[in-house]
């Protein structure tokens, strides 16, 4: 399109990177280790709750704040896994992934010349949904090699123009799980300067050893002022379904929807039923998918490692980080456009998940959400390759 008929809210914001290293891999028949969706499905008896409610008559419009039944699967869910009780009325809203749950927040909660206070890097669709809420954003750099949080970094961020604190733990790209400790210096700090902390939580059940994943939510004070948002996209396997929710406090639940009324309403009739189901009938099959997980983790590292390439042993998420600059590549762009002529693998360039390019210039992100067999193919083709630049 005629780059003058593209409004100024979305000028500049690139296309998202997942689609375009999906699409190169397509065309080249590659190995994807770049996008995060996992090549098997959730548990089949949730995808058969799923058959029978569109033969059930559930092909019509759902309730705004989405079906009681879910809703109400997601209050129990934060109950029984974090002690947290809400009201599954005001307090529970389903959104279209937690996508959605991002978009609204920041539509409903943010006006014009806002700042917001998020980490980097960051995944892309915070910056594009920042800027087209018309908000202003201040990044956090987590910083190579460990990827802390740098809480003198964090509150030097905080201005009197800041609105909100957009977190995301576990953390995708990095796989950083926030510890307790780096959680209260972002409580004191949405304390001391009254601020909204919107947190990003769908990779909570997906932690590795003995990272232990604390909603925010949970930490004293903090209640009224987050809103949490996840999905059964990667904690059951369904990122196809666009299933998610927000929770937190009547005020900030309503904000959510009071935006996303006028963006889908509502969506998934037949699915909301079969994730409720999944919260309520599978709530071990998580717990699995992490113990399967952390095994192709280590062996994703492992042959990283063997490859010269060193990575970022991550303590959650689907992702491990590495520093192309190990192979003689600055910039890691370069090196995932090389990638699948060379090896036949598509791996995903960090650089558009940092405000500053220059910050993620050399590094590059893995998936292991994959089978064994696929983790294994990837990282024989490497092997087989020349990666040196
Ligand atoms: C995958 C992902 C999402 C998107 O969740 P959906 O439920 O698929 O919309 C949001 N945030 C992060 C950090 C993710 O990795």
């Given at each position: ?15 998202t ?7 190169l891999?397509?065309?080249t028949?590659?190995?994807?280790l770049?996008?995060g969706?996992?090549?098997v499905?959730g548990?089949?008896?949730v ?8 033969g059930?008559g559930a092909?019509q419009?759902?309730p ?18 974090y ?8 307090e ?27 980490l980097?890097p ?9 800027q087209?809420?018309?908000g ?15 809480a003198d ?14 977190l995301?733990s ?14 209260q ?19 909570e ?12 939510a949970?930490l ?9 948002l996840?999905s ?17 406090p ?14 889908t ?7 909301q ?12 099959f998580?717990?699995?998918?992490a ?30 980080l ?12 370069e ?10 693998v598509?791996a995903v ?12 210039r ?13 983790v ?9 390759a020349?990666?040196?630049?």
């Amino acid at each position: 399109m005629a780059r003058t008929r593209l409004a100024r809210r979305l000028h500049g914001i690139a296309p998202t990177i997942f689609s375009e290293m999906s699409a190169l891999a397509a065309r080249t028949g590659s190995v994807n280790l770049g996008q995060g969706f996992p090549d098997v499905d959730g548990p089949p008896e949730v995808i058969a709750r799923a058959v029978e409610a569109l033969g059930a008559g559930a092909n019509q419009y759902a309730p705004g704040p989405g079906v009681p039944a879910l809703r109400q699967a997601v209050a129990r869910h934060q109950a029984r896994h974090y002690g947290i009780e809400l009201d599954p009325d005001t307090e529970v809203v389903v959104t279209t992934g937690a996508t959605e749950g991002v978009a609204a927040a920041l539509l409903g909660l943010l006006d014009p010349g806002d700042e917001v206070v998020l980490l980097e890097p960051s995944y892309d669709s915070y910056d594009a949904m920042v800027q087209m809420a018309g908000g202003v954003r201040r990044g956090v750099t987590l910083r190579a090699p460990d990827f802390r949080l740098d809480a003198d970094a964090l509150r030097a961020a905080v201005t009197p123009r800041t609105r909100l604190l957009l977190l995301n733990s576990p953390h995708n790209p990095t796989g950083t799980v926030l510890t307790r400790a780096e959680l209260q210096v972002v409580a004191d700090v949405a304390l001391a300067h009254d601020l909204v902390v919107v947190t990003d939580e769908v990779y909570e059940h997906l932690v590795f050893d003995d990272h232990e994943h604390v909603p925010l939510a949970t930490l004293p004070g903090m209640a009224k002022r987050t809103l949490t948002l996840s999905s059964a996209g990667k904690s059951w396997s369904f990122t196809g379904w666009k299933v998610g929710w927000a929770t937190g406090p009547a005020d900030l639940v309503g904000a959510v929807l009071a935006a996303k009324q006028w963006l889908t309403f509502t969506s998934g009739a037949p699915l909301q039923p079969a994730v409720a189901h999944a919260l309520d009938h599978e709530p071990d099959f998580p717990r699995r998918l992490a113990a399967d997980l952390q095994q192709r983790r280590d062996l994703l590292c492992a042959g990283l490692r063997g490859l010269g390439l060193d990575p970022r042993v991550p303590e959650g998420t689907y992702f491990a980080l590495t520093d192309t600059a190990h192979l003689g590549w600055r910039d890691g762009l370069e090196l995932c456009l090389a990638l699948p002529e060379r090896a036949g693998v598509v791996a995903v360039p960090l650089q558009g998940f940092y405000d500053d390019p220059e910050a993620g210039r050399h590094l590059v992100r893995w998936a292991f959400c994959k089978t064994t067999d696929v983790v294994t193919e990837g990282l024989a083709r490497l092997g087989a390759a020349d990666l040196t630049r």
